[in-house]
């Protein structure tokens, strides 16, 4: 009970603390683990993320004019987010989930196909919504994220997994409280992960790298850029 108690708390806080936050967009962490969560069982994920662009997705805030300069600058953010995750499984082969990280909201439906008793192909959907602010805009943003992976069981001690991902995504808003803003946004990447601890508990690691692409205009000006997204991430999981 005392557990329950301290997960529940430390969900709060990262729940908060995300809420409170308006900082980087992108997909949220994998986090996939060997399998989906076992059936009629619960998985909580408390944690965070750090969004590292390269590219023009940096060099663009520091070159543009200064309507696509805040544009810019507002999708391409960089810095480290809170993440509160929980999942749910139906089945031996099917899980539901939601993430909040920063100021977005993903909604995820996974499943899995066995290989062997040790690995498994898990197919994902995730759509997602959030809210863009900085000094100078607002605004929101939609999208969809299909992940693929490969995950291994080692001894129900280590979890590894590794796989791609492809993404849309949408953001309207305001710039500079007078100009609307439309972009869409591409990406595409992979990711290479482990957990390590027991079925209750284990710790969790990952590493995302993204291609992205914006393009998009205010009336005042066209904007386009992209670049590479590196995203490292941690995680504790306690399994309900």
Do not use: Q
């Not at 529940?8 to 900082?23: F, Y």
């Amino acid at each position: 009970m005392k557990t329950s108690h301290a997960v529940a708390r430390a969900l709060l806080l990262a729940i908060i603390a995300c809420t409170a936050s308006a900082c980087a967009i992108g997909p949220a962490p994998f986090f996939s683990g060997a399998r989906t969560t076992p059936n009629a069982r619960g998985d909580v994920f408390a944690g965070s993320a750090v969004r590292v662009p390269l590219g023009s997705l940096v060099r663009a805030s520091h070159t543009a004019p200064s309507t696509e300069r805040t544009l810019l600058t507002l999708l391409g953010r960089e810095g480290a987010i809170p993440v509160a995750s929980m999942r749910y499984g139906f089945g031996d082969n099917a899980d539901i989930g939601v993430t909040l990280a920063s100021s977005a909201l993903t909604f995820a439906g996974r499943y899995t196909f066995g290989v062997s008793d040790t690995t498994r192909i898990i197919l994902g959907l995730s759509p997602s919504v959030g809210r863009l602010m900085s000094d100078d805009a607002s605004g929101t943003y939609y999208g969809i994220t299909l992940p693929a992976v490969v995950s291994f069981d080692l001894g129900g001690v280590y979890e590894l997994w590794t796989g791609a991902r492809i993404g849309l995504d949408r953001a309207t808003g305001n710039v500079a409280a007078e100009s609307m803003l439309a972009m869409t946004g591409f990406r595409v990447g992979g990711v290479v992960g482990l957990a390590l601890g027991f079925r209750t508990i284990a710790a969790l690691i990952e590493l995302a790298a993204d291609y992205e692409s914006w393009t998009g205009a205010t009336p005042l000006t066209e904007a386009k850029m992209s670049g590479i997204v590196l995203t490292p991430a941690f995680a504790i999981r306690i399994r309900l």
